[in-house]
T-cell receptor, first 115, second 113 residues
Framework: DQQVKQNSPSLSVQEGRISILNCDYTNSMFDYFLWYKKYPAEGPTFLISISSIKDKNEDGRFTVFLNKSAKHLSLHIVPSQPGDSAVYFC??????????????FGQGTILTVHP | EPEVTQTPSHQVTQMGQEVILRCVPISNHLYFYWYRQILGQKVEFLVSFYNNEISEKSEIFDDQFSVERPDGSNFTLKIRSTKLEDSAMYFCASNGKMAGELFFGEGSRLTVL
């Protein structure tokens, strides 16, 4: 199942710089997108979401950009902090996010922020 | 802050045995889910549950799986006859509305020998 793809398995960034995590999707029915962060031995924690009627959503240091024509979204973290080091998952849902919580996840990207 | 809790954190079982994984969703949430992550693979949707019945299930969720909300607080996933390939981290999640973000528990690691 390659409907949601995160092509970069890992990303290393210096503290204070920008982290950009990318995600591509193929299913045109997806219209609601989420980013989750996961630490070892913990469950995924919701970060930020975006509906397909928008192209940008911002929450503090986190901004998600959506390019519907390219079926691409990205998560920007500015400035990056060592505590941001975790696995980041992109997830997508159809029907305005109302498909009964059926999220399709990407493989995840391991972000390491160096002090 | 309210959270989803899961027990056990780790269970080791023999192939063919029945396993029950337990979850206590956030108290005012109405929608409940199970996901799993096999080591090295993606997090996969298994099933969603609302109003005491299954709303949607994936192809993975075959007859050996069942879910139940036996009382007002617990939400369980039963695997009737475990197989080696059932070894995975199982995540319970809940939310208070049909759409939007899910709140995940810390997961139950199942190891089938």
């Amino acid at each position: 199942d390659q409907q949601v793809k995160q092509n970069s398995p890992s990303l290393s960034v210096q503290e204070g710089r920008i982290s950009i995590l990318n995600c591509d999707y193929t299913n045109s029915m997806f219209d609601y997108f989420l980013w989750y962060k996961k630490y070892p031995a913990e469950g995924p924690t919701f970060l930020i979401s975006i509906s397909s009627i928008k192209d940008k959503n911002e929450d503090g240091r986190f901004t998600v950009f959506l390019n519907k024509s390219a079926k691409h979204l990205s998560l920007h973290i500015v400035p990056s902090q060592p505590g941001d080091s975790a696995v980041y998952f992109c997830a997508a849902s159809a029907n305005g996010g109302t498909s009964y919580g059926k999220l399709t996840f990407g493989q995840g990207t391991i972000l390491t922020v160096h002090p | 802050e309210p959270e989803v809790t899961q027990t056990p954190s780790h269970q080791v079982t023999q192939m063919g045995q029945e396993v029950i994984l337990r979850c206590v969703p956030i108290s005012n949430h109405l929608y409940f889910y199970w996901y799993r992550q096999i080591l090295g693979q993606k997090v996969e949707f298994l099933v969603s549950f609302y109003n005491n019945e299954i709303s949607e299930k994936s192809e993975i969720f075959d007859d050996q799986f069942s879910v139940e909300r036996p009382d007002g607080s617990n939400f369980t996933l039963k695997i009737r006859s475990t197989k080696l390939e059932d070894s995975a981290m199982y995540f319970c999640a809940s939310n208070g509305k049909m759409a939007g973000e899910l709140f995940f528990g810390e997961g139950s690691r199942l190891t089938v020998l």
